[in-house]
Structure formats: structure tokens, C-alpha cells
């Protein structure tokens, strides 16, 4: 069986939390941290590049020592240090660092000092009170852990999609290179939708030899079971634990098939009630007229919604809620896309806790064709990220200051900087006074009470040197809930401060979600849209932040990242309470 870069990922993630627990130096943790985002990260196969004998050193991030790890995996499927860790530590402490809020020290204490070895023993060990023996967890601290444990357990096995994306991609790109019966391969469902997480891949094909093109996907070396092997579809279940359902379309109907199969189902059934009105109906096959009987087909979703009088929405909106109304106006609105964006706002260096330069970063966001970009290493606070202390953090300020002649693109001098637990920030305000652009963030302290982190966030966003919240709920998809919190209070909060919320582009992030992005689009607060690159192939995660922002319904004018260097130096200029004026000017102008 194939060995993903995911897998190898995954134990050098395992290595340096066992690592940590040992007690070996930072540095050391952080090469295996940095090794490990670099491998989920990269593009061509290890495997492939081990098979072909190629020197791993030249990827950065990767030096002799991991070079000599995933070669020993792929060529024993062992890693012998990995394993030594494994024995030299207790049972479970892999297990527990799974739960959110119990890091590597905290779960090398229970499993040594409590033998718990399991999540189910992690609960007995809540419910008699034994958890409250181990040093640093407090009544608030176990109610939290054991929130966490029964949201892990009732957690709908859905896959982030992040992980989904890559998957639906790669399956495509391996029939379209052994099946030359294909004309065309389109994705569906909540993949197409770009929803958060997906519960199965949807493929429709228009194919010359659909029995052979089945065939073939169910002989494919990613598929572990074969659930159906007919004639129009067939489905399987791939070694990741996916379902993946391929069907066949006829080119003549395909607009409708796939239609209806992106779904949502509350968008289908209000696009029924929709055409119902109007004497029509609406099927997988195409749309019927009522009172006779004929049907017409559809090769393309566009002549399918306009033949009902509307027209086309994109996947994105397809949510059930307003679209078919939005779909109405007559007045054209493009959704924003990737192409809009003219500068990134949230990037990091191997100053602190990101993998490529400084250099490479900059020249990265050029070629894309942004006009500017802002350097954001993390603030001190941030001990594990390797953050900047006040006079690392000044000479970054000289450092920056001589790369812009070297540059054309404009770089912007910046901190992520933490958001302590009381709402200040992590820096004094004479050195923040000299950054363009502050991100502040919530890194620590997740477990707070929802006033107290509301008032949290708000203190921050009072600030006058803080430009965007970052991430704002802090959580991480399927692994950390978001942090409790008044999400009404905290969007007022931004609009009449004129502070700029964060959507996060990472796909394990993707926070602010689209409900919320929705409400902010609704209520005029400024949102960003940022990658929170610790690496240059970070950029190209900005897809994932545009998929938020247009299942939140906005346009260019609603994102502050889309103005020119211009207008956007004009509006972090001046002081805060004047940036709404600008942003709502801005608006303005791009919907006239």
C-alpha cells in the first residue's frame, strides 16, 4: 500500500511532542515540527522521490537527519528512533495528546502518574476526581477536558476539507491518466460546495466506455472496498477511510445531474418549491413542464437556472437560505475570487515559527501579482512559536526596512502578537506604535468563561495599534472547539472600533467560519482574508479563505485585502475610528 506524505507527517508531528516530553532542546522539536508541516505541505510524493533515489536535503525544512528517517520508513516501513520513544515512554501519552487542552507534559503526568492509557480510563479518571491530582488542572480545567472528551466522542466522522480536496484531485488525475474513454471528470456534493468538512467524494463523468471507466476506478490502488459496481455508478471506499461514488452522466443532461448532486438538499428543495411555482419540475435529469408533460435537458448548471428565470449560483451559495432571492436580482454581483486578492496580510518567517525566509516569502506573494504583503512573526507570548522579543523584534524592523529596496511589492512591517488572558498585548505601545500592521490573536487561555473572553477580544480590538483580529475563535476542525464567546458583541465591537476581522485561509482553521462571515459581511465590519503562511506553499491556501468568504456572500468590496496599495496604506493610516468611513467609501465605489 501506498505510503502518503500524511502518514510520514503524522510521526514526525508524534516525534517531536515525545520529544518535548523528554526534554530535549527546543531546536530539536522545532526541526521535527518544521519537518512535519513541510511534508503535509509538499506537493510531489516522498515515496516517489525516495524510489527514485533523490536527496531530500534539498527540500527546505529537511536536513540529514529526517532525510535518513523517511528514507528507513519507506524502505522498512519502521523508524527506529520513533519506536525507541515509543518504549522509553508510558503507554497512551500519543492517545491523550489527542484530547484537546492536554499537551505533551500534561499527558506524560496522567498516563505516569494516574496509568491512564486510554481515552475511557481518561474519564473514569474525571468522573472519580483523580484528574484533579495532577499539577496544573483545576475544577475549570477538567470540566473543559471532559467537554472536549464527550464532543470527540459524538463528533460526526467527517473529513476536514483540507484533507478531502487533495484526495478528490489526485483520484481524478489517476483515471484521467489510465482511462483515455474520459471527457470530462466533475466533482460534487459538499467538496463542490466547498463546505468545512465532507462526508464522502462525489465524481460525475461524462465518459465514451462508462462500464470500462468504472472499472477502473474500482481497480484503483487508493481503494481498500468496493461497495457498488454498476453500470451508472459505482462506489468505494478508499485506504483513507473515504467514500468515494463515481457516476455517469450523458453530456446532454449533465447541467442537471450536476446540479443536482452539488446539492445542498435545502437548496434542491427550495429550487423545486421555486420552480413548482412556476409550472415546472426539477430532477437529476433535468426540468419537466408540469401541464404537458416534455422535458428539456441541460449540458451546462447556467442554461439549467436560467431556464427557471434565475441566475446561476455558484456552488458556494447553494446553502438553502437566500440564494434563490439573491439569484432574482437583476443586478449583477460576482462573488469575490482568488484573483481579487492584492496583498496578504498574516505571514510568517523562520524568525519565528514559519519555515521559509523572509526572501523567499516576499518574492512568493510577487509572483503571485500581490501589490503589497505584511511580515507577522509571532509576538514573544508565544513561547513554543519561537515568538520575538522587544529587541528581536526591532532589529526585524531594520531588517524589513532594507528588503523593501529590493522589492517592488510592498512590504508592511508587523506582529502577530498575543492577546493576553486580561486583553492586553504582548508588546509595549511605543513598539507597537511603530508596526503598520497588528494582528492580534488568542493563543493561550481558550478555556475562559464567554464573558470574559468576549470582554477579552474587545479590550484587544480598543486598541489603537491593532489592525485585524486574527483567527478569531480559535479553533481547530475536528481536533480544539472554538472558544466560547458573544459573536454579536465582539461584531459591533469591530465596526464601531474599525477593526478588521480575520478569515483565516488555513484549512484546519478556516475561522472565521462562513456563518460568522456572514453576519459580519451583514453588519459592514471590514473582514480580511489571510493565509497565515508559514511557508511558501501556505500562499496557495488561500483558496480555502476565498471558499468562506464567498459562502458568506462577499464581493470584493467586502474584503479589505482587495484594495489597491493605495487605498489600502490611505485606510491603516489613519486612525481607527476613521477607517469605517473609508471601508464603507470603498464599498461604496466598488459596487457603483
Not at 18 to 43: C, D, H, M, W
Not at 121 to 146: F, S
Not at 350 to 359: A, L
Not at 525 to 543: A, C, E, I, Y
Request: a negative charge; glycine letters at 6%; aromatic letters at 6%.
Amino acid at each position: 500500500m501506498a505510503i502518503s506524505n500524511l502518514q510520514i507527517a503524522n510521526i514526525f508531528t508524534d516525534m517531536a511532542a515525545l520529544l518535548e516530553i523528554k526534554g530535549e532542546s527546543v531546536f530539536k522539536v522545532r526541526a521535527y515540527q518544521r519537518a512535519a508541516n513541510t511534508i503535509e505541505n509538499l506537493e510531489d510524493s516522498l515515496e516517489g522521490l525516495v524510489r527514485a533515489k533523490s536527496d531530500l536535503k534539498q527540500i527546505s525544512g529537511i536536513g540529514k537527519a529526517i532525510n535518513d528517517k523517511i528514507y528507513e520508513y519507506i524502505e522498512t516501513a519502521h523508524i527506529s528512533a520513533y519506536e525507541r520513544l515509543l518504549e522509553e515512554l508510558p503507554e497512551g501519552v500519543l492517545t491523550l495528546m489527542t484530547v484537546p487542552y492536554i499537551g505533551p507534559k500534561t499527558a506524560y503526568l496522567v498516563a505516569t502518574q494516574l496509568g491512564v492509557k486510554s481515552l475511557e480510563e481518561l474519564e473514569a479518571a474525571i468522573l472519580d476526581n483523580r484528574l484533579l491530582t495532577i499539577d496544573g488542572i483545576g475544577d475549570r480545567t477538567c470540566q473543559i477536558i471532559h467537554r472536549s472528551l464527550l464532543e470527540m466522542r459524538v463528533k460526526d466522522q467527517r473529513t476536514p476539507i483540507g484533507e478531502a480536496l487533495p484526495i478528490a484531485h489526485s483520484i481524478i488525475d489517476q483515471l484521467e491518466t489510465v482511462c483515455d474513454d474520459i471527457v470530462s471528470l466533475h466533482i460534487a456534493g459538499s467538496l463542490r460546495r466547498w463546505e468545512e468538512t465532507i462526508g464522502d467524494i462525489d465524481i460525475i463523468a461524462v465518459c465514451r466506455d462508462p462500464k470500462n471507466l468504472l472499472k477502473v476506478f474500482t481497480e484503483l490502488e487508493c481503494v481498500s472496498e468496493i461497495l457498488v459496481l454498476g453500470d451508472k455508478k459505482s462506489s468505494v471506499i478508499i485506504d483513507s477511510g473515504i467514500q468515494v461514488d463515481l457516476r455517469i452522466a450523458d453530456t446532454a443532461a449533465l447541467g442537471a445531474m450536476v446540479q443536482y448532486f452539488t446539492g445542498s438538499q435545502q437548496h434542491n428543495i427550495r429550487l423545486r418549491d421555486y420552480a413548482k411555482a412556476k409550472g415546472l419540475s426539477v430532477n437529476e435529469y433535468g426540468i419537466t413542464e408540469v401541464s404537458t408533460g416534455i422535458q428539456e435537458t441541460f449540458a451546462d448548471e447556467t442554461a439549467l437556472y436560467n431556464r427557471l428565470g434565475l441566475r446561476y449560483i455558484p456552488p458556494e451559495l447553494r446553502l438553502g437560505l437566500d440564494e434563490v432571492e439573491w439569484a432574482q436580482d437583476p443586478i449583477e454581483c460576482e462573488l469575490i475570487t482568488e484573483a481579487d486578492l492584492l496583498g496578504d496580510l498574516h505571514v510568517h518567517t523562520d524568525w519565528s515559527d514559519g519555515n521559509d525566509s523572509t526572501e523567499v516569502m516576499i518574492e512568493t506573494a510577487s509572483d503571485l501579482g500581490y501589490e503589497y504583503i505584511a511580515i507577522t512573526d509571532h509576538s514573544a507570548g508565544l513561547g513554543v512559536a519561537s515568538g520575538l522579543s522587544v529587541d528581536r523584534l526591532r532589529d526585524r524592523l531594520l531588517d524589513i526596512r532594507k528588503l523593501q529596496d529590493k522589492f517592488s511589492i510592498k512590504i508592511f512591517i508587523g506582529s502577530e502578537v498575543d492577546i493576553r488572558a486580561d486583553g492586553t498585548l504582548d508588546y509595549p505601545d511605543d513598539l507597537l506604535d511603530e508596526l503598520d500592521i497588528v494582528v492580534a490573536s488568542v493563543h493561550s487561555a481558550m478555556g475562559q468563561h464567554s464573558d470574559v473572553m468576549t470582554q477579552r477580544l474587545i479590550s484587544a480590538m480598543n486598541h489603537q495599534a491593532v489592525t485585524i483580529v486574527g483567527h478569531l475563535t480559535t479553533r481547530i476542525i475536528g481536533q480544539r472547539p472554538p472558544v466560547q464567546c458573544d459573536m454579536e458583541r465582539i461584531l459591533e465591537e469591530a465596526k464601531r472600533t474599525g477593526t478588521a476581522l480575520e478569515i483565516n485561509s488555513s484549512p484546519e482553521r478556516l475561522d472565521l467560519k462562513d456563518i460568522h462571515a456572514r453576519l459580519a459581511r451583514q453588519m459592514g465590519v471590514p473582514l480580511v482574508v489571510n493565509t497565515d503562511s508559514h511557508d511558501k506553499l501556505g500562499f496557495l491556501q488561500r483558496k480555502y479563505g476565498i471558499a468562506v468568504a464567498r459562502r458568506a456572500g462577499c464581493l470584493t468590496n467586502h474584503v479589505v485585502n482587495t484594495m489597491s496599495l493605495d487605498r489600502f496604506t490611505s485606510y491603516i493610516s489613519c486612525p481607527k475610528p476613521d477607517r469605517d468611513a473609508i471601508f464603507v467609501s470603498y464599498a461604496m465605489a466598488r459596487n457603483n
